[in-house]
């Protein structure tokens, strides 16, 4: 009898330690999820199992530490980084050239950044809880957040973990903001980006952010042409595809041997697709990440 439970022990473990170094418990539940959505579903989503990595953990240039939020701006054709400390705004073309820094005047913890229209931008900030729209044109070298239209949110709980992500809807002009956690939580913000007497301020009725499989929230995108949100998990480092009728549509898995990683992406701050269909996911300290989809060609890869 103990000989039996002893062999099974020893299997047991080695089925766990198999399991932990190929993730194939994370492999089956992703196989599992993808049967389930339909053709149709897939053909009018992201669909991130289609993503795999083509420039890896590339460092951008004059940042050492606390890159935090990342956005693509169609009209300029650049990706804005916004880091947190020292607070900075960068501009960069797509082959990850810094082309300017704007210094950010009294702005405490910059945590993300989202295109708005041609020459705006949001930002928020994490200590206060705040959400910011800044004018940006051909010569912004800084920008004063006492001198910018801004809204204070008071999402209650440890200023630490509040606002993480930030994301703008162009057509309604909806601001969407997810809350670290403590707890997590999905916000839209309507009625600021046009000034409104009266801002609206309320949840998703339909998205439950909980129900994600994620530990954290640390970055959000709104695509245009889907009309989904991306929403990206640092702790769990994990990126997800949800509509607005609350449904899990895809997910991607940013450890190692998912999407051609060749390590882990360590932690996982913001997320952006451009009008190529690039996916951008930014890490700090200073990283940045590109993934491109199985049908784009060779030749728009770098």
């Not at 940006?136 to 204070?152: C, E, I, N, S």
């Not at 042409?225 to 990206?232: A, E, K, N, R, Y």
């Amino acid at each position: 009898m103990i000989k039996k439970l002893s062999i099974i022990t020893v299997l047991f473990l080695a089925v766990a330690y198999v399991g932990y170094f190929t993730d194939w418990d994370d492999r089956l539940w992703y196989f599992w999820h993808d049967l389930r959505v339909s053709r149709e579903v897939k053909a009018n989503a992201i669909w991130l199992p289609d993503y795999q990595v083509d420039i890896e953990a590339r460092k951008i240039p004059g940042i050492k530490d606390n890159a935090s939020g990342i956005t693509f701006d169609p009209d300029r054709k650049t990706l804005w980084i916004v880091v947190n400390n020292p607070t900075l705004l960068l501009e960069m073309d797509l082959e990850f050239r810094v082309l300017r820094r704007i210094e950010l005047i009294n702005f405490f913890d910059t945590e993300a950044v989202a295109y708005v229209r041609k020459g705006f931008l949001a930002l928020c900030d994490e200590r206060d809880q705040a959400l910011v729209l800044a004018r940006v044109d051909d010569h912004t070298r800084r920008l004063d957040r006492k001198t910018l239209h801004q809204l204070a949110l008071n999402l209650s709980g440890h200023t630490n973990k509040g606002m993480e992500g930030v994301a703008v809807n162009p057509e309604t002009l909806t601001i969407y903001t997810v809350r670290e956690r403590d707890p997590m939580k999905l916000i839209q913000v309507s009625g600021l980006i046009e000034d409104q007497l009266i801002i609206n301020i309320d949840t998703p009725a339909q998205i439950d952010v909980t129900d994600l499989y994620m530990d954290d929230l640390s970055g959000l995108h709104y695509d245009a042409d889907t009309h989904h949100l991306l929403i990206l998990s640092d702790e769990s480092k994990m990126l997800a595809e949800i509509d607005f009728s609350g449904n899990k549509i895809s997910y991607m898995d940013l450890e190692k041997g998912f999407g051609r990683l060749s390590h882990s992406i360590l932690q996982p701050e913001g997320v952006t697709i451009d009008d190529a269909g690039h996916l951008y996911i930014i890490s700090e300290p200073n990283l940045i990440y590109r993934f491109t989809k199985n049908n784009v060609s060779e030749d728009q890869s770098e």
